[in-house]
């Protein structure tokens, strides 16, 4: 499994884009910002590509595939990371 952090300035256009994955896949951090568990190991911009199918859809934004993490949050958020990141489920 492979966890991305997604950033955005059209929020609008990218969290419907997101319900695919599934409520427990995806987490919102800020506007704009979330972290998604994805199964397999896609790189970032397949990640990106596939969100819009080819409907040109997908809103001005980056995805960053997580590989380590530190820092200061919410016990969620590291429970979200650490299942994300131990295999694919």
Known sequence: MTVFLLITKEEAKL???LEKHGPENVHRLD???WLVRVKGSPTAK???SDLDQGT???PVGFAI???DYY???ARYVWDFMATGLKSDQ
């Open 71 to 73: 820092g200061f949050a």
């Open 15 to 17: 969290a419907p884009l």
């Open 31 to 33: 506007t704009g910002q």
């Open 46 to 48: 397949t990640f990106w």
């Open 65 to 67: 595939a997580v590989g």
């Open 56 to 58: 040109e859809a997908t």
